[in-house]
């Protein structure tokens, strides 16, 4: 994991755009394009009230 929003609101969609970033929190998320793995939920829990994201990034590629 690379980074994380941990309360944002269910209809900032911008957190699973391919360049990820919440227009909830503009600081949270990328600015750049880039290989990125997107990992949403909802919280609290039993509840679909906010949504937690966390986000990776590929970090290397290795020839097979």
Avoid: N, Q
Avoid at 18 to 47: D, I, K, N, Q
Wanted: aromatic letters at 10%; a positive charge.
């Amino acid at each position: 994991m690379d980074k994380a929003l941990s309360r944002t609101l269910p209809g900032d969609t911008g957190v699973i755009d391919p360049v990820p970033r919440s227009a909830v929190w503009p600081a949270a998320g990328y600015r750049a394009a880039g290989h990125y793995l997107t990992m949403t939920t909802c919280t609290p829990e039993f509840s679909s009230k906010y949504r937690l994201v966390a986000w990776g990034r590929l970090a290397a590629v290795r020839p097979r």
